[in-house]
């Protein structure tokens, strides 16, 4: 893992951003002065350059939508917005000129269109995020939610985005997801209680899935951890104990085991039931499979006949002590899925070359 730093954000019920002490908002804009927010910006590159910490990734205030709109855009405010954009990201580059910065709704077609249409400046990276519920009592069956997982959004898709900004500005820019969970919803600190439990791990491991296989660089899970209150569980993957919960394992299999530039073996499967992916991470084979319904199946693979460390996790040992089950098993065999399941499959795996 790491960071992503968000500088700024916009209070959810509208009006400025808030700034450092000190520094004025801008009656016109409602928004800080440009050279003022850009010196500030710029001061945590150079911070962390002192510090000899690679810190990359950056973004410029956290959802600038709620300032400039998404339906309808406000292209005035867009602009104002733009010009504090560019003013930062010259600043903070002139510091470290290999960071990436950018923002976190660039991708949307009502915003990247007029963006590139009237000379916006450069981005580094098409950022995102990605929720598919925001209500509470929950509006979305399980099935329903794993098949948001894997639809990168509409109108554009990131994908979509990627080759508009291509065509566009000829350069190939790196897609990051930098905020995500299953739902987004907290109303008087209440959220779904399906985040933390096994329907919220298959959820999170057919989105990095989807990602992964679009060409995704980067992922961030909104948040590490959070503790209980008004009847949930906050956000996180983690408890305050530090203990996990089971979208937590999703992320240490894949954080420790993918990098970007892995080599993505080709995989289906025959059951529109269960999605599998495979790569090889510095010699090793990893087949992941996923069991998106909450009944059991058998799988048989094919094209592997030898014995693979598993590691996975399922219902069979409830979320409150989420745990996983390792053992080593045969691939000629079938492997039981009991219900919601996430597994990794695992071998080493010799590469030769022909002479």
């Known amino acids: ?121 450069d981005v580094d990276s098409l950022n995102f995020h990605k929720y598919d519920d925001w209500k509470l009592p929950p509006q979305y069956t399980d099935e329903e939610m794993f098949a948001a997982a894997e639809r990168l959004q509409a109108w554009y898709s990131i994908v979509e985005a990627e080759q508009v900004w291509y065509r566009n500005r000829g350069e190939h820019l790196p897609m990051i997801c930098s905020e995500s969970n299953f739902n987004g919803a907290s109303p008087n600190g209440t959220t779904d209680l399906r985040i933390q439990q096994m329907v919220g791990a298959v959820w999170l491991a057919l989105l990095l899935r989807t990602e992964i296989l679009f060409g995704v660089s980067y992922h961030v899970y909104f948040e590490l951890n959070s503790g209980y209150y008004a009847d949930s569980y906050g956000f996180g993957m983690i408890n305050n104990d530090f203990k996990p919960w089971y979208p937590y394992f999703v992320q240490k299999w894949l954080g420790n085991n993918l990098a970007v530039g892995d080599s993505i073996i080709n995989s289906s499967s025959s059951s529109v039931d269960v999605r599998p992916l495979a790569w090889i991470h510095q010699g090793t084979l990893n087949v992941l499979l996923i069991n998106k319904v909450n009944q059991t ?59």
Request: a neutral charge.
């Open 1 to 121: 893992a790491e960071p992503l730093v968000c500088l700024g954000v916009f209070p959810t019920g509208g009006g400025p951003p808030k700034v450092p002490l000190g520094m004025t908002i801008n009656s016109t804009t409602n928004l800080p002065n440009p050279e003022s927010y850009a010196t500030y910006a710029a001061e945590w590159v150079k911070h962390f350059k002192a510090k000899g910490w690679n810190v990359r990734f950056y973004e410029i205030l956290n959802e600038p939508a709620v300032y400039f709109g998404s339906l309808p855009v406000d292209y005035t405010k867009l602009q104002y917005y733009a010009l504090l954009f560019d003013a930062c990201r010259n600043a903070m580059k002139k510091e470290n000129s290999s960071i990436i910065v950018s923002f976190d709704c660039i991708h949307k077609k009502n915003i990247l269109d007029p963006w590139l249409t009237y000379g916006g400046p």
């Open 297 to 355: 199946r058998a799988v048989y693979l094919r094209g592997i006949t030898v014995q693979m460390n598993l590691s996975k996790i399922d219902n069979t040992i409830p979320w409150t002590v989420a745990s996983v089950q390792t053992d080593v098993v045969d691939s000629s065999q079938p492997l039981i899925m009991y219900g919601y399941t996430v597994a990794l499959l695992q071998i080493t795996c010799l590469l030769y070359t022909s002479p």
